[in-house]
């Protein structure tokens, strides 16, 4: 079976700090897929990045960055310099093997920015 | 951009009565998915629904629930009796393929809340 940890429930930060949100997956597949979503107060689901399992470069688009370990089963989702509108709850979640195209969503991390 | 479209955006409805959830899936994409979302808590797979027919379900789906294609451009979810507890954020998505390779693109999501 398929999981995926975000033992961050919620953080707080100020603007302009840099945070971490961490996601662990658990999983006996050889070929999977991670991502991370953000869900804003809106309620949708907004697509930030698909990492597949052979894939273990770091991956940097603007402000955001991905650290994917393999040896450690984590997929960490770091923002430079937040800003109040990163104010969110962000969720990693897994695909692939036998779960095929089935998404396992972790708890999500509740990231709020202070001005 | 495509997209996937769902209404109304928010439902309610009275405990035991039917309801249907309805979406627009992206018109090139084969694979069909609903989740769910509980307020607070993490997103789940319901079922997913390939050349009209289930592929995949979850627990959750029991026998209350239903998925039909009634045409060409629809994809719904009914509910036959709602309980209290079927209060949450439903969100449709598609994709174009079912290998867990393949993106997913979710709608903006559907608010029910049973009274």
């Known amino acids: 079976a398929q999981k995926v940890t975000q033992a961050q429930t919620e953080i707080s930060v100020v603007e302009k700090e840099d945070v971490t949100l961490d996601c662990v997956y658990e999983?006996?597949?050889?070929?999977?897929?991670l991502f991370w979503y953000k869900q804003p107060p809106s309620g949708e689901l907004v697509f930030l990045i698909r990492?597949?399992?052979?894939?273990?470069q770091n991956e940097i688009s603007g402000r955001y960055s991905w650290n994917f370990q393999k040896s450690t089963s984590s997929f960490n989702f770091t923002i430079t310099a937040s800003q109040v509108v990163d104010s969110a709850v962000y969720f990693c979640a897994l695909s692939g093997g036998n779960a095929g195209n089935m998404l396992t969503f972790g708890g999500g991390t509740r990231l709020m920015v202070k001005p | 951009e495509p997209e996937v479209t769902q209404t109304p955006s928010h439902q309610v409805t009275q405990m035991g009565q039917e309801v249907i959830l309805r979406c627009v899936p992206i018109s090139n994409h084969l694979y069909f998915y609903w989740y769910r979302q509980i307020l607070g808590q993490k997103v789940e797979f319901l079922v997913s629904f390939y050349n009209n027919e289930i592929s995949e379900k979850s627990e959750i789906f029991d026998d209350q629930f239903s998925v039909e294609r009634p045409d060409g451009s629809n994809f719904t979810l009914k509910i036959r009796s709602t309980k209290l507890e079927d209060s949450a954020m439903y969100f449709c998505?598609?994709?174009?393929?079912?290998?867990?390779?393949?993106?997913?693109?979710f709608g903006s999501g559907t608010r029910l809340t049973v009274v």
């Open positions: 998505a598609s994709s174009v393929g079912g290998g867990s390779g393949y993106g997913y693109t």
């Open positions: 990492r597949n399992s052979f894939d273990e």
């Open positions: 999983t006996r597949d050889t070929t999977y897929y």
